[in-house]
């Protein structure tokens, strides 16, 4: 792949001033993924499901042929599709539909120090409902959810792990895989947050043996206000809905009402209709570079960085040795903040702070961490820019008694 061909698809970086690393919160939006939108808006810009007219129809088979694009790409099926507003929210279904009615205080909930506010506030609160016990997984030195911690804390009593395949902080995969199939082995469920895995490797929930899998529209070149959660057809049958209202029912009476199969008893009133439909153009751009060429890109960059930042002094790296394309950092002594309103002037945008993962920032004993996430669209000039600016920062912090 080439990324100096790819970035002319990005139009925000006409400004080639801009150096973005911060993909990780959310990723530059392809030229194909607004044009496919404002084609929903300019020629249909309809409801679906529901008006019996030519332009409705268009606007329903849009919106499902961005289901059938989802469900292809991680070799799901169909109806095991669910659109929400994003990877939060398909947690949360899971969560409070699927958690809140099969556990009981006689049960326990393993997750790790390593998630996502995403994943691990849902589960803190079906645990203070239910009373099922919240068990974490031991981490490694590195910071790491290994397969060997995990049978130190796997039971019968066991009900559902809810992991990340890949961490928004550290950049590590999670060996999920060998995971999955030890929960099946003590009858758990396990729930996997793709958010970060989604954009930058191939996922095949089939062959992951998966029952849950949540990932966003918007990291992955699509737009805000989408998220996928996937869902094994047998456990999704047996979940109720937890939100209400038009779409969703079947027949409505004074006192009871029945509801759609899945996946529409999920998908309460208008759905993010334009944002399913730029999803799928999402898609289709990601497959026409190839994710697993993406990630290989990534990785590289990462490398690159990595070695040329521990030629600067005072520079702490919390992830050395990460699969992908994440560094979580520190200047010795500069807070975070200071240090990424520095790199701001310099135009490179990156994010500091708990990256909504605070058990993982305490883990490593910081208030917080500056972190570099690379994409497809970045390249070895955007690598040097930040290593020049966290060079000169470093010298400017120092030269002020930091
Ligand atoms: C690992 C991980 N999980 C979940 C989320 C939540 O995604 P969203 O904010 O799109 O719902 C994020 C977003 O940063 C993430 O990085």
């Known amino acids: 792949m080439n990324p100096y061909e790819l970035r002319k698809d990005f139009p925000i970086l006409n400004d080639e001033t801009l150096c973005y690393l911060d993909t990780a919160a959310s990723s530059l939006k392809p030229r194909q993924v607004i044009e496919r939108l404002d084609e929903y808006y300019e020629k249909y810009g309809v409801n679906v499901h529901r008006g019996v007219y030519n332009l409705s129809y268009v606007a329903t088979e849009m919106y499902e042929e961005a289901r059938r694009k989802v469900s292809d790409f991680i070799h799901a099926k169909f109806d095991e599709i669910i659109f929400t507003r994003g ?36 589960w803190q609160n079906v645990s203070h409902i239910t009373k099922a016990k919240l068990v974490y997984i031991p981490l490694d030195s590195e ?73 966003s529209g918007h990291k992955m070149c699509g737009p805000t206000g989408i998220g996928v959660l996937f869902g094994k057809k047998k456990l ?35 759905p993010p209709i334009s944002e399913a439909i730029g999803l799928g153009a999402a898609i289709d751009y990601l497959l026409s570079i190839g994710l697993d060429e993406i990630g ?4 590289k960059l990462k490398e690159y960085t990595v070695k040329k930042l521990k030629e600067i002094e005072d520079i702490i790296i919390y992830n050395e040795s990460a699969e992908t394309g994440i560094i979580s950092f520190n200047i010795e002594g500069v807070h975070p903040h200071d240090a990424v309103s520095y790199f701001d002037g310099d135009n490179i945008c990156m994010r500091a702070g708990h990256h909504c993962a605070q058990l ?8 917080a961490t500056l972190r570099v996430s690379f994409y497809l669209y970045n390249t070895i000039e955007d690598c040097d820019r930040f290593i020049e600016s966290v060079r000169n920062a470093r010298d400017f912090f120092k030269s002020v008694g930091f």
Not at 244 to 254: A, H
């Open 143 to 215: 910071g790491r959810i290994t397969v060997e911690n995990v049978k130190k804390v796997l039971s019968n009593k066991t009900k559902v792990v809810a992991i990340n395949y890949i961490s928004n902080v550290m950049g590590y995969i999670t060996p999920i895989k060998e995971i999955i199939s030890l929960a099946h082995e003590v009858g758990a469920v396990v729930v996997i947050d793709a958010a970060q895995a989604a954009p930058h490797k191939t996922i095949d929930v089939v062959d992951l043996d998966c029952d849950f899998l949540a990932f």
């Open 296 to 299: 290989k890109h990534e990785f």
């Open 87 to 122: 990877a939060s929210s398909a947690l949360n279904l899971v969560a409070s539909s699927y958690g809140l009615n099969h556990l009981t205080s006689e049960d326990e909930i393993i997750v790790s120090e390593l998630e996502h506010h995403s994943q691990v506030l849902p």
């Open 360 to 367: 993982i920032i305490k883990w490593l004993n910081v208030v």
């Open 236 to 270: 999704l049958d047996n979940m109720p809905p937890i939100e209400f209202g038009g779409d969703m029912n079947d027949n409505v009476n004074l006192y009871d009402a029945s509801w759609k199969d899945v996946p529409y008893k999920f998908e309460t009133g208008t």
